[in-house]
């Protein structure tokens, strides 16, 4: 018995093998697309980094001559005082605003998730103010927290609450607690809009399967819905607390860490060592060390939520 082998299969000519890279999606094609994204890092992330840490082993005092310093910036860091104060007031105000700005996030969101009648307006409303800024926010919380001219003292002097001549940016726990407010406003925007699209992602079938095996409103949300939000309530809370240990323009433009130093935060204390105290060597390290700080924490929140899965 004879065997005959199948003659190998016939390729049109120009057709690409398996082995070549496909007509539609050369990799070319993907290192151009993203070309400009690494470009943008690499000039405006990773250059000013490595700039950043080469000072910080000088002593630069911004205008005069450059020395070296060694280590000596990073071994000073354990006995700056104002540092660690400011330390100790951003985990405050960190800690203060990050729960916060996730309930009220996840109660817009449940608002305006469905497609009910004026939903769509409620959602520009809640967003609008994460797009106007903390910057201009911040301005004119100024001019509404004025002792005697001031909506917010006029408001709470209708209501009884104060005498309404109350100076909120002059005090310490007045401020902060002011600056919190502001910041939880202008912020849960943001969250209400990330957890919206992870509420609209959840396929409607499984609520109507709770529905059938009469599980209540509140039990869909604690056992459907939180549990398939979890990764979106972890970036979500991930951005709040960098952006509450990043914390610099609302407390530049209201207290300029004061009254003294009572609402200096780490950003804040940097900038003033670097551009009022001219010591730019020190506030690099620093600078570096808060840089460290932030990636392990992101690290640490992001394991952790891997883990539970």
Not at 30 to 38: D, E, I, Y
Not at 183 to 201: D, F, P, R, S
Request: no cysteine; charged share 10%; glycine share 8%.
């Amino acid at each position: 018995m004879t065997t005959t082998t199948a003659p190998p299969p016939v390729r049109a000519p120009g057709l690409p093998t398996a082995r070549r890279e496909s007509l539609t999606h050369p990799p070319r094609v993907g290192l151009m697309l993203v070309a400009p994204a690494v470009l943008m890092i690499a000039v405006f992330v990773l250059t000013p980094l490595v700039f950043a840490l080469g000072i910080s082993f000088t002593d630069w005092p911004l205008i005069g001559d450059v020395e070296p310093a060694g280590l000596t910036n990073y071994l000073n860091i354990g006995s700056d005082t104002g540092f660690l104060r400011a330390v100790g007031y951003t985990l405050l105000y960190t800690a203060i605003v990050t729960l916060p700005i996730l309930v009220l996030g996840y109660l817009l969101a449940v608002l305006v998730r469905g497609r009910r009648r004026g939903a769509t307006l409620l959602r520009t409303v809640f967003f609008l103010p994460f797009v106007v800024g903390l910057s201009t926010l911040s301005f004119l919380t100024i001019l509404e927290a004025q002792p005697t001219s001031g909506a917010i003292n006029i408001v709470l002097a209708a209501l009884g609450i104060t005498d309404g001549s109350t100076a909120w940016l002059v005090n310490g726990p007045l401020a902060t607690g002011l600056i919190s407010v502001l910041v939880i406003w202008g912020v849960a925007g943001l969250t209400m809009l990330l957890l919206m699209a992870g509420m609209q992602a959840i396929p409607r079938e499984v609520y109507e399967s709770a529905d059938i095996d009469g599980a209540s409103w509140w039990q869909q949300e604690w056992q459907i819905t939180i549990p398939m939000l979890r990764r979106t309530i972890a970036m979500s809370l991930v951005i709040s607390v960098i952006g509450s240990l990043l914390a610099f323009t609302q407390f530049y433009v209201l207290t300029n860490g004061g009254p003294g130093s009572a609402t200096t935060t780490v950003v804040l204390y940097i900038y003033k060592r670097a551009f009022v105290q001219l010591q730019l060597g020190a506030a690099s390290a620093l600078s570096i060390v808060l840089v460290i700080v932030v990636a392990l924490v992101t690290a640490l929140q992001l394991w952790l939520v891997r883990s539970e899965e």
